[in-house]
């Protein structure tokens, strides 16, 4: 059963340009969560979505931000027009369930994004 | 104030130590997960725990729920045990399932 996947591992955009960021999870698994750890900074949540459906983005900038979870294929973290600021790591983590329900979560190895 | 709280952020040891990482949280919460994040940024689940203690090799991790506490020990360190150790709690009675991180502590062993 391999482990969650994330790619690209690493990512250079200009500024401006669109960024997105895919996120296999692991076999099983419905629940996908976003966190992004900018340089020198702990993780912080972003998304959390199940298949098709949003269920928290209150971690998400309001503006340039969006994530997927379709039927098919992986969850994409998009981010549009990007600027230096969101140069940063962004990790992917699944779960069979809530992690409130003391459900394990499993971490991509990230993609490090940077914006010249 | 923090909901969720590492000490220290920064620690250096010697090859062989004791070391112990803590954790407070004010949130109330189901279980707390301890996380490593390697020099190279992966990130590991190393311990998720609601009560009492668990042992995973030279790794051991505590929690008091009543004191809303956690420790994580590595004994007989070793250089490779140094990445940033995370404390995460999920709090309860959040309708959102979002977890909550501190900040890290930093831990560089030296050979």
């Known amino acids: 059963n391999a482990g969650v996947m994330q790619n690209p591992r690493h990512l250079v955009r200009r500024r401006g340009q669109e960024a997105r960021l895919r996120c296999s999870p692991m076999k099983g698994h419905s629940h996908v969560y976003w966190y992004r750890q900018l340089p020198e900074e702990g993780l912080k949540f972003m998304v959390y979505?199940?298949?098709?459906?949003?269920?928290?983005e209150s971690g998400m900038p309001k503006e340039r931000f969006s994530a997927e979870f379709p039927k098919e294929g992986p969850s994409i973290l998009r981010i549009q027009q990007v600027v230096r600021g969101d140069s940063a790591a962004y990790f992917c983590?699944?779960?069979?369930?809530?992690?409130?329900?003391?459900?394990?979560?499993?971490f991509g190895p990230g993609t490090r994004l940077t914006v010249t | 104030k923090n909901e969720v709280e590492q000490s220290p952020q920064n620690l250096t040891a010697q090859e062989g130590e004791f070391i112990t990482i803590n954790c407070s949280y004010s949130?109330?919460?189901?279980?707390l997960h301890w996380l490593q994040q390697h020099p190279g940024g992966g990130i590991v689940s190393l311990f998720m725990l609601s009560s009492g203690k668990k042992k995973h090799g030279r790794l051991i991790a505590t929690i008091n729920i009543q004191e809303k506490h956690s420790s994580l020990h590595i004994t007989a360190s070793h250089p490779r045990d140094s990445a940033v150790y995370i404390c995460?709690?999920?709090?309860?009675?959040?309708?959102?399932?979002?977890?909550?991180f501190g900040k890290g502590t930093r831990l560089h062993i030296l050979p």
């Open positions: 949130v109330g919460i189901s279980a």
């Open positions: 995460a709690v999920p709090p309860l009675m959040n309708r959102d399932d979002k977890i909550i």
């Open positions: 979505l199940q298949k098709e459906n949003i269920i928290d």
């Open positions: 983590a699944s779960s069979p369930g809530l992690v409130t329900s003391s459900y394990e979560q499993y």
